[in-house]
């Protein structure tokens, strides 16, 4: 194996050309090999392959620095830079993480992965290293997909890099896709280009061009440059990066080393902000990627290799499943209801939905912010928006929610998938805030489903209601009312809370899917002689009256909620007791949730566990509470 003899990328640069395709080929192999037992991102690292060895070559990392845009691209960088034997344990608690990571090694730079940062921080780390003198100015590179040039963040940040002329080189990593296909006319257009014959005669047309030039001028790539921008057919792309300042070059071959190291190595020459356009294939050398029509096997769970088939996970629909079935249904019902992605159709479950109801569902790209003030719009002109992301990518678009949904009490519900801790992603991942930020927008209603059959209630009350609402649920399978040893047919009406065990000694209130585990707490403080009452909290803003007063009677509450203890429902629940018993009288409050801290990867029952967000941890914090008589 090729790869066997590089340690880093030295080795990589010391390699004879005629060996780099052998290397692409190990580097895909490892790659299928690895995710296929312990799941991870493998699409665009397999498009990724050529283009990071090129890189690699050509730029001298760690001293010059290249930043992955959100990071889960950059396997082969992981692989390419000392990290080949540890690759076995990716994602596994204490193992690699998924995503660039500083604490791991010196060539990874930024680890948010988050899109679209990529720019601003080449943008930012330009401007630092400014006055430094030339020698000392590292080389700035940063690697973005055209999915993640879709946010809004990238655009801010070409306008500063081409305004202040800040030498970087941006290399756009195109396969079309984020997801899905991504959604920008820029994408299109170079789609159109991969196929169009125009194209052809557009490169073919600079060839003959080139060929014509005397010779010395043929050497210099400014002649092919001057030539390119003469030519009126050139990508819609390369007028728009050139309009805000920034030279443009390709598009290139993705798959082509040759070609990727010499266009990079003319990049680096020019000392001015700089795109580079790559075009790859996401998924490529591994056919069930390359066809998987979704997504290109963008993410995945544990697969088996031969085919590209998850391996069966438990058993029972999850969180997301239970919810897209629901919407359906719920679409069916209500002409006005639009479901609004921001370039996870797939993920959040709207794909039933949209193969029924083709207009009913809004891709925006990645723009949470955008996403969000565009369902204010629509609201306004009386649609009815359900905005459907992932609670770590709420945060995003705090500002948008609270200003302009809020503030014009605007009736958007928000549907945040993977609320609390989502374990393998790692710290930027873990969907903790959501609760904080959501009760913090003052017109809003908070929901939190316990159980499937409620995600469907809790849905149909809040496209009742007014101003904005939010939907939480967690990553994976569904708790169904029988897990909670609840009556199916026994419905809860709109916001009530749900009383579901008396007792003396404590009054539990559980939000979302901390109520099951409060639940197993309750036996197990029983078995020592302890009398829980707990209740299902379901809306945490308004919180029900029935249940806070039967909280205010108890000798002690405490509060468990998957999301970070601080400011979360905890809080909220806290302070509703306080207005209702007066601050004398109100019972004390144990709040459980999740520590201000950044959290890393790892199974998400075993980081529950360890914050003591399960039962045990639970029923220990509870015992301790109950005898700490101090
Ligand atoms: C702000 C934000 N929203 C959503 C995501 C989830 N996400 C991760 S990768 C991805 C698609 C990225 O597409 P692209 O940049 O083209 O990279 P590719 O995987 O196609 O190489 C999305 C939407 C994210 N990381 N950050």
Known sequence: MVLEQIDGPADLRALPDEELPLLAEDLRQAIVEAVAKVG?????????????????????????????????????????????????????????????????????????????????????????QAELPAEDR???????????????????????LGHHQQPAIIVLNDNGRSYAETVSRLSERVADLRSDPRYRTFKDRIDTALSRLPFVERLTEAGLEAIKSAVSEAPALQSFVEALGVRYLGPYD???????????RHAARLQTPVLVHVLTQKGKGYAPAETDPEKKLHDTSAFDVETGRANGGD?????????????????????????????????TGLLPLASRHPGRVLDVGIAEQHAVTAAAGMAHAGKLPVVALYSTFFSRAFDQANLDVGLHDEHVVFV?????????????????????????IASSTVLAPSCAEDVDALLRTALELQGPVFLRFPKGRA???????????????????????????????????????????AALLAADGFDAEV??????????????????????????????????GGAELADRLVERAGVRHAPPVLRLGVPATYLPHGAPDRILAEIGLDAAGIAAATRKALTDDR
């Not at 690292?45 to 090129?54: K, M, P």
Request: aromatic share 4%; hydrophobic share 45%; glycine share 12%.
């Open 138 to 160: 590292r080389r700035l590179v940063a690697v973005v997909g055209d999915g993640a040039l879709t946010g809004g963040m990238a655009y801010e940040a070409l306008n500063n």
């Open 315 to 347: 058993s029972g629909p999850s969180w997301t499943s239970v919810f897209s079935a629901s919407l359906l249904e719920v679409a069916e019902e209500r002409e006005g209801l639009v479901a609004i992605t921001a370039a996870m159709p797939g993920s």
């Open 535 to 568: 209740w299902d909290v379901r809306s945490v803003r308004p919180a029900d009256a029935t249940m806070l007063a039967a909280a205010a009677e108890a000798p002690l509450v405490v509060t468990v909620e998957n999301g970070l203890v601080g400011g979360g």
């Open 254 to 264: 993705g798959h082509d080393l040759a070609k990727l190291e010499h266009a990079l």
């Open 479 to 521: 708790v169904t009312t029988e897990q909670l040893g609840l009556d199916p047919d026994a419905e809860v009406a709109g916001l009530a809370a749900r009383r579901l065990r008396d007792g003396a000694d404590v009054c539990v209130l559980a939000i979302g899917d901390r109520v099951l585990p409060s639940l197993e707490a």
């Open 40 to 128: 991870g991102h493998l699409g665009s690292n397999l498009g990724g392959v050529e283009l990071t060895i090129a890189l690699h070559r050509v730029f001298e990392s760690p001293r010059d620095l290249i930043v992955w845009d959100t990071g889960h691209q950059a396997y082969v960088h992981k692989m390419l830079t000392g990290r080949r034997d540890a690759f076995g344990a990716l994602r596994q608690a204490g193992g690699l993480s998924g995503y660039p990571s500083r604490a791991e090694s010196a060539h990874d730079v930024v680890e948010n992965s988050h899109a679209s940062t990529a720019l601003s921080w080449v943008s930012g780390l330009a401007r630092g």
């Open 416 to 440: 945040l998938d993977r609320a609390g801790i989502t374990g393998d992603d790692g710290p930027s991942h873990h969907g903790i805030l959501d609760l904080g930020l959501s009760l913090r």
